[in-house]
């Protein structure tokens, strides 16, 4: 079994065992993956630009940037599973989508532009 | 390979295919994921709550959602190769730990207290 | 003189009085600003949704309520004051576009579309 | 009239012209900011750090901002009329029990610590 859908059975059966899947509906869902999303800038927010690369490899930063972004990537899991869909196979489908909307280059002189 | 490393190699064959590793700082691939987050909420926040379950499975809805769960998914596991952790290593210990801090109960008769 | 303008100038007050300017670039407050957004949605996120009209007029929802979505105008105001907007202008003006945008109609039956 | 008092009975308006209040409970309104949140990230996320300041005073970025905090804006007045929240009111209060938390330092070096 992936590591997707293991993680997203473990998820189902934490939100199963304590009876939570009655708050679980999309918009709630998508309000608390907000909450986690906050929790990571929070960490992230006051860093100095030039000390980011090696500030974020220290601890306690590094764990904590850990927990913060196993909490978002649950309440997506968690999310998808609701909404039935495949995230795995969503996502491969649309990195390629991605590859064609955007060509590679070797050019590039810009960062890409948010259509 | 598991997905979520077989996701992680491909996001990050795609960046440097466009040269857009010096994009990737930790704090602009946050704004990134939440740019992405922003428009996943958009998808929802005009359904009516009582509609929810039905909606999210209909299409072009239910595809729109997995594009930007996608997306959210992708620049997430961009995040955490940039910092160099191994998010399914963090997610399944942070299960873990949560499970210790919200005991399984038969009769939970409130949502979780945010600490 | 304006509230806008005189919240502006305490928080702008506040932070120099602190040295915390070199702080506040654009991409810092942006991250500071999700951080507050995701302290609000944690206080919304699992409200049933046909209790929240009442909900969030009861204590201490409602005070904490206010509190967060304080925090948020702050680091708005905060970036406009840094970015150099007239936010309360900008608003004038964007509210006026949105009513062109969007005209009135005696009978929308849907939300509107995002564009 | 404040600025603030105004701006939220311009967009009450704006909403009831349009039938628009039934889609404006609470969660709907946060997941509304989010999105306008995530816009204005969309604007920023891949500046680099050291052209920050001079890019978000340059055409036709400048404007750009103005319109995603306006949009920002108008979703956190909203939000603070369907709460019955005086949001100027609220705002100062909180800057008040921030300038306690936080007391002003000659010779801080770092940031605040996020509790």
């Not at 100095?48 to 974020?56: G, I, M, R, S, Y």
């Given at each position: 079994m992936s590591d997707i859908e293991?993680?997203?059975?473990r998820m189902r059966a934490f939100t199963e065992a304590r009876e939570w899947g009655r708050f679980h509906d999309p918009k709630s869902l998508a309000l608390a993956l907000v909450g986690e999303?906050?929790?990571l800038?929070?960490?992230l927010q006051w860093l100095?630009?030039?000390?980011?690369?090696?500030?974020?490899r220290q601890q306690?930063?590094?764990?904590?940037?850990?927990?913060e972004m196993a909490d978002v990537l649950l309440y997506l899991l968690r999310l998808a599973d609701v909404v039935g869909l495949d995230l795995?196979?969503?996502?491969?489908?649309?990195?390629a989508v991605?590859?064609?909307r955007?060509?590679?280059?070797?050019?590039?002189?810009?960062?890409?532009?948010?259509?």
């Open positions: 293991d993680l997203t059975q999303v906050g929790e800038a929070e960490l100095p630009a030039d000390e980011l690369t090696t500030a974020v306690p930063l590094h764990d904590r940037l850990g927990e795995a196979e969503a996502t491969r489908s649309k990195l991605n590859g064609l955007f060509p590679p280059a070797s050019s590039w002189s810009t960062a890409p532009i948010k259509e």
